[in-house]
């Protein structure tokens, strides 16, 4: 069985930084891309990034391009989600996600595991 446990959420100003983590279990990590997404109160959840198995490719939704870094260390089963710049349209609960294949994908439907998530805030 497929874990996955974000880290890293909390409150934070506009303009400050975070980093989200997330440490995966019950399959061959560095065989899967794995994604970001996140979901804001009242709204669908949406794509944010993803990086392929190598991690040598990701993909980056336009809104988060330039301020967010996704990257994964497969010696630690870990993907990250390097937050900078952040501004209030960021907060929302951040959910981490396994991919189906080892491609980037910026749909939901590539991917077959999700954590549980972690709250993300910006606000001042």
């Known amino acids: 069985q497929v874990q996955l446990v974000e880290s890293g959420g909390g409150l934070v100003q506009p303009g400050d930084s975070l980093r989200l983590s997330c440490a995966a279990s019950g399959r061959t990590f560095s065989s899967y ?41 497969n010696a630690k089963n870990t993907v990250y989600l390097q937050m900078n710049s952040l501004k209030p349209e960021d907060t929302a609960v951040y959910y981490c996600a396994n991919g189906k294949t080892g491609v980037v994908r910026n749909q939901g439907n590539g991917y077959d595991y999700w954590g549980q998530g972690t709250q993300v805030t910006v606000s001042s």
Do not use: C, L
Request: net charge positive; glycine share 10%; charged share 25%.
């Open 33 to 73: 891309a794995m994604g970001w997404f996140r979901q804001a109160p009242g709204k669908e959840r949406e794509f944010v990034a993803s990086v392929s198995w190598s991690g040598r490719s990701t993909a980056y939704a336009d809104s988060v391009k330039g301020r967010f870094t996704i990257s994964r260390d």
